[in-house]
């Protein structure tokens, strides 16, 4: 079974940082990609980036790249996401997600397993 938590969301000013965890309590963490995803007040879940099981295979959304990294240690059984230059803009509900498909996806709906969410707020 996959379970996944998320932490590290918070306020921040405009230009700061934050880094997401995503933790998952299950086994054979090194056999899912893992993507991000964040959900602002009135839109759609939108995709942010998702990295592979070995982190040979990485992919961004236009929005965040650049700025947003990725990463994950399978030992861990954990996902990170960095972000820096931090805009009003990247206010959102932030969503960790696994599959079993092998490569990355940008579609919500190939993903089966999700986490409850963290907010992160930048304010101008």
């Known amino acids: 079974q996959v379970q996944l938590v998320e932490s590290g969301g918070g306020l921040v000013q405009a230009g700061g940082s934050l880094r997401l965890s995503c933790a998952n309590s299950?086994?054979?963490?090194?056999?899912?990609?893992m993507g991000w995803f964040r959900q602002a007040p009135g839109k759609e879940r939108e995709f942010v980036a998702a990295?592979?099981?070995?982190?040979?295979?990485?992919d961004y959304s236009d929005s965040v790249k650049g700025r947003f990294t990725i990463s994950r240690d399978n030992a861990k059984n954990t996902v990170y996401l960095q972000m820096v230059s931090l805009k009003p803009e990247d206010t959102a509900v932030y969503y960790c997600a696994a599959t079993r498909i092998p490569t990355v996806e940008d579609r919500a709906s190939q993903y089966p397993y999700w986490g409850q969410g963290t907010q992160v707020t930048v304010s101008s």
């Open positions: 990295i592979t099981w070995s982190g040979a295979n990485i």
């Open positions: 299950g086994h054979t963490f090194s056999i899912y990609t």
